[in-house]
């Protein structure tokens, strides 16, 4: 492990350093406009949702390292507060790219870019058609972080109202990751998409008081087969399966097979048992992992 001291670099290397750590990151995409009505869209990193009531989204635009100026963004939102912010999908990625260049005060962004402006309800600065998702704040306060360059200034948006694509709803009506296809920020030229094979789930333990990993077996517990994520999802159990239905599941024919293949040779019945239960977490069969794991050898 190497340890690394804000003091000790200077502020991009640490800013690199911080980037491609805290990975990866939402992006909001923010349309601003200024008294004479000259709009701005760029793209921010440092960006999430911190309030439900009332709705918050907060981002930060930082000053720029190389001449500690700030960006036109924050310069509006010092004239008119209000923005929208829109979330990034993988369809309009390499358009938001080219929004980031740093144009001269009073080009607009959504021309350069190829966007479709729409006239917002509640703000004036205008939304992006093409965006699956955009919502439409005003800016409640703006806290500076400090005065050189890198330094950031929390912009915090209170929500006035949220545009969404029906198209990407499931049947739920609930937002479905893969039409939404959003994409986040990583470090350097980096960036990942949230849809596909990149997509998984874990049960959420806010019902359930789990067993938690101390309570295991320590055969189970101390395995060398199954990872820290294995233990986790077992542990997520509110209880073990009973000693009865242990023993009923020990009469299947793949766990007799089993015992007898390795009746001289405990050890590799254990190994084999740990990576029969392991397949069947990776299949979500949380229950029959413990059934699994519970047998006497």
Request: glycine residues 6%.
């Amino acid at each position: 492990m190497k340890t690394f001291y804000p003091k000790d670099l200077s502020t991009q290397e640490f800013y690199g350093l911080m980037q491609g750590a805290v990975a990866p990151r939402p992006i909001a995409f923010v349309s601003t406009i200024d008294k004479a009505g000259n709009v701005n869209l760029s793209p921010f990193s440092f960006f999430n949702l911190v309030s439900s009531q009332p709705p918050i989204l907060i981002f930060s635009p930082l000053r720029r390292m190389r001449n500690n100026t700030t960006k036109h963004t924050l310069e509006n939102i010092l004239e008119v507060p209000e923005v929208v912010i829109h979330i990034v999908h993988f369809g309009m990625v390499e358009q938001m790219s080219l929004a980031s260049t740093e144009y001269e005060k009073g080009v607009n962004e959504f021309e350069k870019a190829g966007f479709t402006q729409v006239v917002s309800n509640e703000v004036k600065p205008p939304r992006i058609k093409e965006a699956h998702v955009s919502f439409e704040c005003k800016v409640n306060e703006v806290k500076s972080l400090g005065e050189s360059g890198g330094a950031g200034s929390i912009v915090i948006c209170e929500v006035l109202a949220a545009h969404v694509n029906e198209a990407i709803f499931d049947e739920a009506g609930v937002i479905d990751p893969n039409k939404l296809d959003a994409v986040a920020r990583l470090g350097g030229n980096w960036y990942s998409r949230a849809s596909g094979a990149s997509l998984f789930q874990i049960p959420k333990p806010l019902r359930n008081l789990g067993i938690g990993i101390d309570q295991m077996p320590a055969e189970v517990r101390n395995s060398a087969i199954l990872s820290g994520n294995n233990l986790g999802r077992l542990g997520n159990v509110e209880a073990l399966p009973s000693e009865v239905e242990v023993a009923e599941f020990g009469k299947s024919a793949e766990i007799q097979d089993m015992r007898v293949r390795f009746k001289n040779d405990p050890d590799s019945l254990i190994d084999h048992l740990h990576l029969l239960a392991k397949e069947a977490l990776d299949e979500d069969e949380v229950d029959r992992a413990w059934l699994i794991l519970l047998q006497k050898t």
